[in-house]
């Protein structure tokens, strides 16, 4: 079965970077693209953009581009997102999802908090 | 950019009765949108894509229509598990803010 595996809870200092990490598995890595989306406690979901996992194209919101990296390793079926500069209000759950016409899996979740 | 937004903010319905919930586009988005729900603590789950067609295992109470810039997600005969929030997004981009459905 499909299965999207992200990395654990962090906790950074203002100013950071963190790296996400999904890792795919029960389906062929290379005919999906990724997605991330990450939703702040009690506010709405937020897309953040997507990485063709077979030819390492990517979309960013404009909201963070600049800030964010997407990145993809095929022989690990893994998708990473980076994010720098981070700030208080950049506290969420960030999430992965699968998709085409809509996310059909998503991962688990991974918590960033942005605290001094 | 292409704006999402939902209406009500919130709907309170009873068990057993019909829930209609509404999205509109600020510009034409053909049938490229999907439905999804969520529950406290879980990440979302897609009910819909392509505007009316139900995801694999959606029960069929869930039903989606419209095209273009007018969009809805109608819930023929609520459940309890059915309590919850409901975002729509145009296809791979921006999510509208949701509607929160609770029990009346």
């Known amino acids: 079965q499909v299965q999207l595996v992200q990395s654990g809870a962090e906790v950074k200092k203002p100013g950071a970077s963190v790296q996400v990490s999904c890792k795919a598995s029960?389906?062929?890595?290379?005919?999906?693209?990724m997605h991330w989306v990450r939703q702040a406690p009690g506010q709405r979901l937020e897309w953040m953009g997507w990485?063709?996992?077979?030819?390492?194209?990517?979309k960013y919101s404009k909201r963070f581009q600049g800030r964010v990296t997407f990145t993809s390793d095929t022989s690990a079926s893994t998708a990473y997102m980076e994010l720098s500069s981070l700030r208080s209000e950049d506290t969420a759950l960030y999430y992965c999802?699968?998709?085409?016409?809509?996310?059909?899996?998503w991962g688990q979740g991974t918590l960033v908090t942005v605290s001094s | 950019e292409i704006v999402m937004t939902q209406s009500p903010a919130t709907l309170s319905v009873s068990p057993g009765e019909r829930a209609t919930l509404s999205c509109r586009a600020s510009?034409?988005?053909?049938?490229?949108l999907a439905w999804y729900q969520q529950k406290p603590g879980q990440a979302p789950r897609l009910l819909i894509y392509g505007a009316s067609t139900r995801a694999s295992g959606i029960p069929a109470r869930f039903s989606g229509s419209g095209s273009g810039t007018e969009f809805s997600l109608t819930i023929s005969s609520l459940q309890s598990e059915d309590f919850a929030v409901y975002y729509c997004q145009q296809y791979n981009y921006f999510f509208g803010q949701g509607t929160k459905l609770e029990i009346k």
């Open positions: 029960g389906y062929t890595f290379t005919t999906y693209a």
């Open positions: 510009q034409s988005i053909s049938s490229n």
């Open positions: 999802a699968r998709g085409i016409a809509g996310y059909d899996h």
């Open positions: 990485i063709n996992a077979g030819n390492g194209n990517t």
